[in-house]
């Protein structure tokens, strides 16, 4: 049973404001996903694999857009895996596994989904493990079922400009904190460590990632193309894309 957590709406909308510090256009990104989700469908409600989901924002939002969705959130944060429990109680399946290793697939409920969202979560995979998983994701989706991936994915062709817009966010985002009106990824750990409900959770957290997360790792859009390519998929292309940022789908 999930911790009895006061009001997860709460946690949901801090974890929101602290992720749109780092991406402004955040919604619009989600949009683009369930835009692309929206046209494998033919009208039917969607089985979605939400991976590595966190708070549960994409599983969230994919109920708003298709109410008799069927949501499987993956992760392995304790903490957040809580949040989202709370939040979308018996409106989705929650999975807690690891995605550094092929055996994340021995807990699904499902042997296919119509789509596998994901959302600034990949880059914490090293190379070799994000192709393998990419090749993993073909095939836990029905034929003609779409994997969307949204995340930090540069410009290969406009690297001075992308620097400079990276310096530039970086810059607002900085003076939001400074201001008070956000809380920066290490203040919102800090807060939910002080909650009675998530201290322990968040302790757990730490067990797991003793030194954090592995360094990110952003490779260009084209490197997603080519992989996601290699993988087997039979379209792969970009979605949209803001600044640094970009959606990449590809389709089996």
Known sequence: ????????????????????????????RFTAMLDTVDAVLDGRPPRVLDLAGGTGSISLRTLARFPAAEPTLVD?????????????????????????????????????????LTATALHWLPADRLGQLYAELRDVLRP??????????????????????MDRARDRRNARYAAGSTLSWSDWWERAGADPTLAPLVAQRHAIYPTGHSPEWNPP??????????????????????GPDAVVAAVR
């Open 144 to 165: 003609g079922g779409v994997f969307v991936n949204a995340d930090h994915m540069p410009d290969d062709t406009l690297p001075e400009l992308t620097k400079r817009l």
């Open 76 to 116: 392995l944060d304790p903490a957040l895996l809580a949040i989202a429990a709370a939040s979308l109680a018996d409106r989705a399946t929650i999975v807690t596994a690891d995605l550094g290793t092929p055996e994340w697939r021995s807990a699904l409920p499902h042997q296919e989904f119509d789509a596998v």
């Open 221 to 242: 859009v084209s490197w997603h193309l080519a992989a996601l390519t290699a993988a087997g998929f039979s379209e792969v292309g970009t979605v949209w894309r803001g």
């Open 1 to 28: 049973m999930s911790p009895y957590i006061v009001d997860p709406w709460a946690w949901q909308e801090s974890w929101d404001r602290q992720q749109e510090a780092y991406l402004p256009d955040r919604e619009h």
